[in-house]
């Protein structure tokens, strides 16, 4: 038997793609529509049914609120921060707190959390890789944007493990494009990745040495990217049509989205033509009545540019920050290479062009390296003989909180995983007995700016006065990127120590509850569509002739050609039974026949009996 | 050392033997340098270590307790790097350990006699270390690899480098090098078959003078002359027209001036059937060398135009 495929999957915020490679080489798996970009969307209709991907793409501007897109915006984040707050001003769809300060949205009347709709985007490209493989496939590496912290990293795990898949490991976006642009060549020297996505924007410099990438450095921002120039233009139109007809279309969820579409396609289409038109035909009807509005506007490349002007800026400001932190000048590097959809910009290209000094490299597909590189880490994982290493570096520093709220960085950023770090601390106050060891995440030197990872207490310090009692905390990530942290008193060699786990929004019982959902209702081997519907069908009719069965037994009183009737009927409802727990499809569609034959036959005595009786 | 995991046992001695040794050594010894070695060099055996040491290598196997040893290497491995790449911390560490600095100024010229005897105490513990001493046999091999190839001993070469490869198999160098000199000692070997077909044909043995010329051609792909006499002498063998064909389009490839390889790929042409690829041929020989036998046998022939 071949050994099982192992796939890379891209999973982005608007567009997700999954690669393999194949015979020594990298490529993009096409979905079962025949396309590279499967996009990141997924909708629940009105009548109950899910939809992933480009069907659930096309129906969204006539099922605003059961459409979810953008969730890579919002997974792994809290409810409560102001640049959530900002992001869900732009969203067509409702979105509600969960128990954790977690994100849910409310979709068909149940709260979802945000793994869970991601896990549906994986499903779907999981079935596109077994389509084309035509076996079962589970192992993947996912890659998130760089500057994921860890809540957001564990999330995106939860969700693969939602999915049925086991993630071998979760890899930056743009180590992931530098795998795939070095993969196979003998490149040498340093290189830069641009990556301008649909959400996120990241940065980093590798080092490339026969084989071995080397991360020096990475950074970015993870609220920058497509939806931004989108939603600054959808700005523009907004405040024209206010100031023409004095009415804010942001109000209307369906005009929201038409707007958003219309945007999109407009920003795409200003990176090969100087002006194209926004058509937007009846986008609302005044509410005091009268004849429907129409917005009708002309857009240039110039007038795109003068609105996101501050927004390309931006990008180049971090790319600064992170060649800074890598110790490089832009005249050191090998090559620029552009990743994502944004970067097709001529704004942005000429950007770079400026800033690094030189064109950027044209070798590789902007929308599918990074899922291509995915796939190659996911080969050097499992396959021995790979000369591909990746020498991955930690995003975000690691520390603890100190007296007077401050943050103490033990591991800072861009140090190579795996790694361990040992600080001696000491008491701030006298006769401190406890210790309270919080673990940080984040740049910030105020501790409540950072990230809270986890806490724990260390007891039973001697008294003593302030700064006398030593206690040691030594910090690890091992190469999964698990962090783990420990405190030792170094006189009485008590210690205590948590394993972080990141909590992605989800606890811990929570995803096994998900889990354990999904094994009695699984959709696995189809998918968003056939074998559910087949599931409800089969329900369905069990649940009519349960019903009948005491009126039918009733009426039957007892004859020999009834009891011979019903006994069948009794088997049909067993075998029901058991093709409800399995996932074949024709043993449902077979068992739906049968009963509804038996249902038929009820339906028939009964209707004779009702009218001899009556 | 019992411990079952997926490791071999060399493998396991290595790994133990190192992360005992770890503590004892210094950051240049961590890296299997010689105090003073430059940023580059840093960096190249930081590479290579990290090649064998970091735990994604191990992915997925039962390492049992030695997951925790490689983890440690690997931490160890990289923070003599990253003290030894940046110059503010090589700096300080090397004022620190005197030793390391002075030795990477003035190497043998050591002041003290003890100082003589501890440098000479840690080189010996050095070059015990089984992944050094390991890297260093390869050095070694690749180093008289390197003297047989400039003195033209192709087939020594070949062998130390084959002994280097299978000592490190991930070793790039060792392995360019190696495709290197089989190519060369492939070429020398193909033109002894080459003088061994030409006496062969002399004395009149075309069979076995057709089999050396074709695995001449076969060892050096680059030498027309063999691939056009080992098609000259399938076709006269009349043995197998296929490989014949390929021989003389090759021959053609390298040679295109060549009238004789011209007319051979045109005569075999036509054999299977290929008129008209055969006529652009013979043109092309006819333009070349117009006063070739072949050139004036078709003009006789086209002279002669049948009633």
Known sequence: MPPEPVIGIDLGTTNSVVGTVQGGQPAVIKNRLGQNLTPSVVAVTKSGKQLVGQIAKRQAVTNPEGTVYAAKRLIGRKYSSERVQQVLKTLSYPVGCGDHDDIRVQLDGKMISLPEISAAVLRELKLDAEAFFGQPVSKAVITVPAYFNDGQRQATKDAGKIAGLDVLRIINEPTAAALAYGFGKDVSGRVAVFDLGGGTFDISVLEISKGVFDVAATGGDTLLGGEDFDNRVVEALVFGFAKEHGIDLRKDRMALQRLKDAAEKAKIELSTVNETQVNLPFICTPSGGGSALHLQRALTREKLEELTEDLCERTIVICEQ???????????????????????????????????????????????VVALGAAVQANALINEDSRVLLLD????????????GYARKLIPKNTTVPTSMTEVFTTSKDCQTTVKIMVLQGESEIARENELLGEFVLSGLREATRGEVEIEVTFEINSEGIVSASAKDKETGIKQSITVIASGGLSREELDQ????????????LGSGDLADCKRALKDTMREVRALLPKVTAAMNGSDFGMDALRRAEQTLTQGEQALKGKSISAMVASTDQLTRTLNLFKGWLQRIGTRAS | MAENVDLDADRKREILALERALDTLNHFEVLGLRPGASSAEVKKAYHEASRRYHPDRYFGKNLGTFRARVERIFKLVHESYAVLIDPQRRAQYEAAHPELATKATKADNLKTPEDAQRSAERRARFARHPYLTRLTKVHELLASGKKSLASGDFSKAYADLHLASQLDPKNHDVHELILKVRHRHEQIRAADELQRGQAAEKAGDLELAAKTYVTA????RRSALAAFKAALLLRQNGQDPKEARVLAQRAVDLEPDKADHRFLLAAILENAGLAKLANRHREEGIKLNPNHPEAKKRQSKKSRWPF
């Open chain 2, 217 to 220: 051609a076969n060892l050096d």
């Open chain 1, 322 to 368: 992170v060649l800074a932190e890598a110790k490089v000048r832009p005249d050191d590097l090998k090559e620029v290479i552009l990743v994502g959809g944004m970067t097709r910009m001529p704004r942005i290209m000429a950007k770079v062009k400026n800033y690094f000094r030189r064109e950027p490299c044209k070798g590789v597909h902007p929308e599918e």
């Open chain 1, 393 to 404: 570096v930690t995003p975000q520093s690691l520390g603890v909180a100190i007296a007077g």
């Open chain 1, 514 to 525: 998900i889990l354990e959902e999904q094994g009695g209702d699984l959709i696995d081997d």
